[in-house]
């Protein structure tokens, strides 16, 4: 029986939101294509269907995942969230322990530079805009990377260290270098 249209834009949604949570919690290396079809539903003889490659996964993913981000930052400075409140989200407990539902710039920037090229090209997209929605909130654009620089890097410290109190304490020196950097 063929799929229809909708089925298939469904099924490839699904394989998208699959793949980005399994890549932010495992890495690259990690991801085994047959993993992210059984985690999709589907069997591992449909994926190229879908894509050419692992690396045409992980591209495509990563430019899934970024829109939803996007949208979701244009949904915050619309509503008028400061730079503040903004990091109190992102810099939490919650989205240190789960990488998987959370962003994947901390999990996956140390990685991405040893990508192939279609994938580094959707990572630099993404961060591309990510950060024109992000330049609003922080006041400019050299504001944007700057503060952007820093919840990244905060937050992949928080999930590095073995010592929770540590850990804790970066999130909450992040936290305070963003409300202090709030235009």
């Known amino acids: ?36 079809m059984q985690e999709a539903g589907l069997t591992h003889g449909g994926f190229y269907a879908y894509f050419d ?19 979701r930052l244009r949904a915050r400075v619309e509503r008028g969230e400061s730079l503040g409140e903004y990091a ?13 539902r959370s962003c994947l710039f901390p999990s996956l920037s140390g990685e991405v530079a040893r990508q192939a090229t279609p994938v580094r090209h959707a990572y630099t997209e993404g961060l591309e805009a990510y950060l024109a929605e992000f330049t609003a909130m922080a006041g400019g654009r ?5 503060a952007f620089a820093t919840l990244v890097g905060t937050m992949a410290l928080a999930r590095a260290v073995d010592d929770d109190a540590l850990s804790h304490e970066i999130l909450e020196a992040g936290r305070a270098a963003l409300r ?4």
Do not use: C, W
Request: aromatic share 6%; proline share 3%.
């Open 1 to 36: 029986m063929r799929s229809t249209k909708e089925q298939v834009e469904k099924n490839r949604t699904t394989l998208l939101n699959a793949a980005g949570a399994e890549f932010r919690r495992l890495g690259f290396e990690g991801v085994r294509v047959a993993d992210v």
């Open 53 to 71: 490659s692992k690396e045409d996964m992980a591209a495509q993913a990563f430019t899934h995942h970024f829109g939803v981000l996007a949208e």
């Open 88 to 100: 109190d989200h992102y810099l939490s407990v919650s989205n240190r322990d789960h990488p998987d």
């Open 142 to 146: 050299e504001e944007a990377i700057r």
């Open 180 to 183: 202090a950097a709030e235009p």
